[in-house]
């Protein structure tokens, strides 16, 4: 039986999974899930994820939230097809990919995040983008893009000279951030800018941007 994610094309945790998904050459349901009906909410997808967020993956009995999780068993349950995401043949270079998991959903996540939701998520949502969030994380993103520089201009990618979910995790929130006016932050540091390049060319990616839009140009 087909695995079943429940979520949108434009939502950056559902693109998450979808990235990962199309990475391993897995078959799966896209099962859209009607966030401005509030159906998120309603108790069939709160038995799934009673944070009612999206997205949700169903294998058979096995429910699963929260993105990065998910991509976590998708490379484990299938790794042995497709890119090998998580390095399970090497204990070394697993964890480093671990620690760079980890750096993107700590630092990277929580400053990027915030820049995307002010700027073009809650003008549709017809909330009015707080500048002075938007330039707090800017600065805290500079900050974790002056490690990322660095680390990448001694490895390829962020775990080592391997692509990994680690990098994959980043595709989702710098697709839509680097739409916006503050792109130079990527583009400026030369080796950031070249895995930027280089991860968002990747065919799996290529698969899904077409969908990733909040309309009207966004
Ligand atoms: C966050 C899920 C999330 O924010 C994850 O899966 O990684 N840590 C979780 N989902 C958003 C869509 S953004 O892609 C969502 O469902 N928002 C609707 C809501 O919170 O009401």
Known sequence: MALKLYGLPMSTCTTRV?????EKGVDFELVPVDLFSGEHKQP???SKNPFGQIPVLEDGDLTLFESRAITAYVAEKFKETGTDLIKHNNPKEAALVK???EVESQNFNSAISPIVFEYIVGPIMGKAADQAVIDANLEKLGKVLDVYESKLSITKYLAGDFYSLADLHHF???H???TTPWASLVNDRPHVKAWWEDISSRPAFKKIVGAMTFGEGK
Do not use: K, Q
């Open 172 to 174: 989702p929130y710098t």
């Open 44 to 46: 069939p997808f709160l």
């Open 99 to 101: 620690v760079w998991m």
């Open 18 to 22: 979808l990235a990962c998904l199309h």
């Open 176 to 178: 839509y951030f680097m």
